[in-house]
């Protein structure tokens, strides 16, 4: 009988020294670790500072670096707020909107963008999923996440060090150098090619019917909630937009106009603008606006969308 015990109390102090040893190594890893998802740090204040948004956009990191409110913050004193993240799907949008759905006022206005692969799935395998739905585990209730994880939930907010991988080198000393280089027409065109590639390779469909009824899903819960949408492709370089074949711009454009006719909601399409195509001065990659592109896209949409120009005006 001691010796059961001995072996049980032996047991038990190896697990609670090796769980002691794993928090250790966990909490020194979240020392050094980088922020993966420092785009999801603005939900964090929600609550606090934002509670009657006029003004928004939601959707990938097109709508990410497209829309800046910041003359209509400072200078005319509107709530606004940028929903939109890296690869974010309509899926996560709408489980972003329902979370925050006290936090809109009425009316609201809300950009929604329309990119070429709004329609498919952005991630390439299982890890790159996982790696980007973590982020939502961050801020989101777990019942608002689609598919929740639990393990999901647990390496991303408790035990980070368990899906470190490779990155748990960084809980050693180390000294390292960055290497900046300017952007130059070659990168863009060389972003441009693997931005298509990563879009368009090894798809079995870029129309995805759920990726449209989540779409229906948000324009549905506007309606509900005073919001009037706008559905909007933002600009593009030339060196990616006409990487795309024309049968596909065809279907894109046939899937978004029949959504927008379908549901009277107005869509604009400024993929190939001429006044941002050719000006790589207006962009941070192939696909991206930079801050100077996105004021200058700012003060446009203003003059030429009916339904932003009449929102601010009343």
Sequence with gaps: MKKIAFFLFK???VSLGALSLLFLLNYRYEQVMETPYSDADKFHYMDSNYNNIQICNIGSSHGEYAFTYTDLEKKRDYECFNFAMASQTYDYDYAILSMYQKHFSNPCLMFIPVS???FNNEVVDEKEQQFLSAKYYTFLSPRYIPSYDPYIDLVTNRLPILSAGEDIIKILPSFSLKAYAAETEASFREKAQNRFHRHMDNKEEYFLPERIDNLYDILAFC??????PVLITTPYTGLYSDLFPEEFKEEFRRTINAVSEESGIPYYDYS????FSGRLDYFSDADHLNAEGSAYFMEIIEKEIP????????
């Design 223 to 228: 309606k509900d909630n005073g919001i009037t």
């Design 116 to 118: 070429y692969f709004s």
């Design 272 to 275: 190939e603008d001429e006044r």
């Design 11 to 13: 047991c038990l102090a």
């Design 307 to 314: 339904e932003f120009r009449e929102f601010l005006q009343k």
